[in-house]
């Protein structure tokens, strides 16, 4: 669903500057504090959105996002789609995963920075509340080199493991590399500054120093997908 | 604010359960005979990084089936213990045998896959989810 609504904002917000040569604009900073068992992330966030139509409460915007991501002992995923799901399609969306081409990556103490361009909505729904979504499209992440428990069935093997270095938004599982997207409602406190909760679905990927999955076929890319509760504030620079 | 601060701490300390330990004797103990059978490797466990353990590891084939059975065994507790059995000291390339049954007393695990028991001369005791060692035997 969140990959269906990124795919129509991003040809919304490429389609923006046209509309926005008499629309009012917004230019923000949000800083985002998110967290589940044994894993946290802190964002902080820079937004550039155009508002749009009659009401102006409509948003759409760009932005760039730097997303810290610490974590204990988190178990990671065969990433690739043609892994996962036996094909790289546009269409894989609708596939279902094959259970036996997945294994476990068991990372003791993942770690993972990433720096990326971010496609905005938003839509005020009040006076004082507005609510929105943001996703991660492009960029970049970085990381120190971890211990790694490559887990497959009744067999195993210990590897080292660094952060995917490149990040792109594409379709399902053809991700690749670490996004950050966020469903939120913020409240307004006085004209510059507002609270703001909501979910962060965080994907962070590992890539192990070979290919430690042989079966159906080489991998070394490993994903986790993090369900994260965020709390943050934002604040109006315009 | 202070409400805040009061459900961010809330969350944390519910986020924060502490691991279900091993049991101390196992609950189960195996009653497989292992008189007649073909010891093909053993080995004398010691305690790795700080942690006390003490026993034995025997690998035995019986009836087609491959088995480690620690006889007697006793080691610290800790969260997620598993038995592993590898091809070098580090665990670089291992068969998850199983879950560790218990911190003390005699137990028996199949070993999976019907592996060339000559290709792994490690039996490791490994805290999986901290990746710690807890314990080892060098089987000859």
Redesign the interface.
């Known amino acids: 669903m969140l990959r269906r609504l990124s795919i129509v904002l991003f040809a919304f917000v490429f389609a923006a500057p046209s509309f926005a040569q008499e629309a009012r604009t917004i230019d923000q900073l949000d800083g985002t504090f998110s967290f589940a068992k044994y894993q946290g992330a802190l964002s902080v966030h820079y937004s550039h959105l155009w508002k749009i139509g009659k009401s102006k409460k409509l948003a759409l915007g760009v932005g760039g996002r730097i997303t810290s991501y610490l974590g204990a002992n988190q178990y990671y995923i065969t990433a690739p789609a043609k892994i996962t799901s036996g094909s790289s399609s546009p269409f894989v969306i609708f596939k279902e995963n094959i259970d036996e081409n997945i294994d476990s990556l068991l990372i003791q103490s993942p770690q993972v920075t990433m720096i990326n361009v971010s496609i905005n909505i938003e839509y005020q729904i009040t006076s004082k509340f507005t609510a929105g979504f943001n996703i991660d499209a492009i960029g970049f992440s970085f990381g120190g080199e971890q211990s790694a428990n490559y887990i497959n069935g009744f067999t195993g093997k210990i590897t080292d493991a660094r952060p995917t270095a490149f990040n792109a938004l594409l379709i399902s599982d053809n991700d690749h590399g670490s996004l950050n997207s966020e469903l939120f409602v913020k409240f307004k406190l006085n004209s510059k500054w507002s609270v703001r909760t909501g979910a962060q679905f965080l994907f962070t990927e590992y890539t192990t120093e070979t290919d430690v999955q042989q079966y159906p076929e080489p991998n070394d890319r490993f994903r986790r997908k993090s369900l994260l509760f965020g709390l943050g504030v934002n604040y109006q620079l315009q | 604010m202070k409400t ?1 601060i009061c459900i ?1 701490l809330l ?2 300390v519910i ?2 359960n502490p691991e279900d330990a091993t049991p101390i004797t196992p609950t189960n103990p195996s009653d497989i005979d292992f008189t007649n059978a073909v010891a093909v490797k053993e080995g004398m466990f010691v305690g790795i990084g700080g942690h006390t353990a003490s026993g034995t590891a025997i690998l035995y084939e019986l009836s087609g089936k491959k088995y480690i059975v620690f006889d007697p065994y006793s080691s610290q507790n800790g969260p997620d213990l598993k038995v ?1 059995l590898s091809k070098d000291e ?8 199983g879950k560790l049954m218990a911190v003390t007393g005699r137990q028996v695990y199949e070993i ?2 019907n592996p060339d028991l000559s290709q792994y001369p490690f039996v490791h005791v490994w805290c ?4 710690v060692e807890f314990a080892r035997a060098p089987l000859m």
């Open positions: 805040l961010l969350s944390l986020a924060c592993y580090k665990a670089t390339e291992y068969i998850r045998v999976p896959g999986e989810k901290f990746s």
